[in-house]
Structure formats: structure tokens, C-alpha cells
């Protein structure tokens, strides 16, 4: 069963940054990981993702201020936050498929077979 656990997130200060990490065990062959988001009273969002042949994709809101990249050989996802900014605010969730091989905008959360716990990240102005 894979599960995956979030570390990362907090508060900052606009133009602060932050990274989420997000460990994945369970599963040996290649993956989907990425970031979704949700603010009270507003849908869950992609964000930013690495497919399994590592074609990544970023939403256009947060392009050039937030990077994801993974460590394949410890099983290990990041999404680097810079330039933190008010809308940015949010829990943001890690996510996992195995049927998501290139990537060439966010998968569907039908798509998304686990999720991580959450972590807030809450940007003051």
C-alpha cells in the first residue's frame, strides 16, 4: 500500500519561501507525484507535478516561483516555494498516481490514488 508523508509548510512573510517534502513508500516502479492545494470555500487545485518519465508540469500562477524535482533513489519529492505571496496561502496536499506517465498539465483528482496528510502554508502581507 503506498503512503506518503508530508514534512514542510508553515508561516511566512510575503516574499518568503518555503519546501514541501513528500516521502513515498510502498511502490517500486515509476510514479506520479505533485501538489495540490485547497483554501477554505474554494476547490481543490493542482499545482505543480513530476510525471514517471519526469516531464514536469507547473501551474501558470506560480511558474518561475515554485519548482518541483524529485530524488529517485530515496524516494523523495520537493516543491520549492519562493516569492511566497498572500494567494499562495493554503494546505497543500502531496499526491500520488501510478497511472501517469507524461504530464503535460495537472492529472485529474480522479486520477490520484493517495493522498499525503496535508500541510499548511499560510503567507502574511
Known amino acids: 500500500q503506498v503512503q506518503l508523508v508530508e514534512s514542510g509548510g508553515g508561516s511566512v512573510q510575503a516574499g518568503g519561501s518555503l519546501r514541501l517534502s513528500c516521502a513515498v513508500s510502498g511502490y517500486r516502479y515509476s510514479y506520479f507525484i505533485g501538489w495540490f492545494r485547497q483554501s477554505p470555500g474554494k476547490e481543490r487545485e493542482g499545482v505543480a507535478g513530476i510525471g514517471g518519465d519526469d516531464s514536469t508540469f507547473t501551474i501558470r500562477s506560480v511558474k518561475d516561483r515554485f519548482f518541483v524535482s524529485r530524488d529517485n533513489a530515496k524516494n523523495v519529492a520537493y516543491l520549492q516555494m519562493n516569492n511566497l505571496q498572500p494567494e499562495d496561502t493554503a494546505m497543500y496536499f502531496c499526491?500520488?498516481?501510478?497511472?501517469?506517465?507524461?504530464?503535460?498539465?495537472?492529472?485529474?483528482?480522479?486520477?490520484?490514488?493517495?493522498w499525503g496528510q496535508g500541510t499548511q502554508v499560510t503567507v502574511s502581507s
Open positions: 499526491a500520488f498516481s501510478s497511472r501517469v506517465n507524461n504530464i503535460q498539465n495537472m492529472p485529474s483528482r480522479s486520477l490520484i490514488e493517495a
